[in-house]
């Protein structure tokens, strides 16, 4: 499992561009939309990494903990006033059974070589009645065959290791642990950033995300535990 250690100061600076605010706005819009964040709420975040999704949740009143494999990603995190952290891995996370009404993870499962297990833990830990939110990149899109070409020049990109899943893959895996499952898709602007892609996105996007949701560049899933 990669660390990204080397990519911390990188990671919030790609999201103030022009394209990466519309992607910031049809994740966190997508996130917030399956997690019915509530108030007071424990919340587990697992690849919490900077803090970036976090910061909506604590805005929200939620009392949050988070772990992550990069101490310097959490660092970034601690200095907005994320305080609950921990080195930790999401295959063996170190909280007992049901210690959250609500566990996310965003942008973290395609770079775990066990996933299974990883969603497992987090549905240990997630109390009965309450939900686990997953994000990730998406195989199908135009940013995935973007990100794919350009491994074969970038030997140094983070997505070196990752794993694209497929609406389909997401939604066969959640359904392993629970009858109560939902999968929807977002980000379908064209993976440039210049204004026409910007303005190409903010036009499609919600006829999308309604439409062909396993095209989306950025794929979640919500697994409600019974």
């Not at 392993?176 to 993976?191: D, E, I, L």
Request: charged residues 30%; contains cysteine; aromatic residues 10%.
């Amino acid at each position: 499992m990669p660390t990204f250690d080397g990519f911390a100061e990188k990671y919030d600076g790609w999201f103030e561009t022009p394209l990466g605010r519309y992607v910031a706005d049809a994740e966190k819009r997508l996130v917030l939309e399956l997690a019915c964040p509530v108030r007071g709420e424990k919340m587990l975040d697992v690849g919490i990494g900077t803090g970036f999704f976090t910061m909506d949740f604590l805005e929200r009143g939620l009392e949050i903990a988070g772990i992550d494999i990069s101490e310097e990603m959490m660092a970034i995190a601690g200095k907005k006033g994320l305080h609950n952290l921990a080195l930790g891995d999401a295959r063996n996370i170190e909280y007992p059974d049901e210690s959250f009404t609500l566990v996310l993870s965003i942008t973290a499962l395609e770079f775990i070589k066990e996933p299974h297990r990883a969603v497992g833990e987090m549905m240990r830990v997630c109390k009965k009645g309450g939900r686990v939110v997953v994000g990730t990149l998406g195989a199908r899109s135009l940013w995935a065959l973007k990100r794919n070409r350009d491994l074969k020049t970038k030997a140094d990109s983070v997505f070196r290791d990752a794993y694209f899943y497929t609406f389909a893959e997401l939604k066969e895996m959640a359904a392993r642990f629970s009858k109560r499952v939902t999968v929807k898709g977002a980000v379908f602007a064209p993976p440039y950033d210049n204004a026409l892609s910007i303005l190409t996105g903010k036009i499609i996007e919600r006829p999308c995300q309604r439409l062909c949701p396993s095209l989306g560049a950025f794929l979640a899933f919500r697994i409600d535990k019974e």
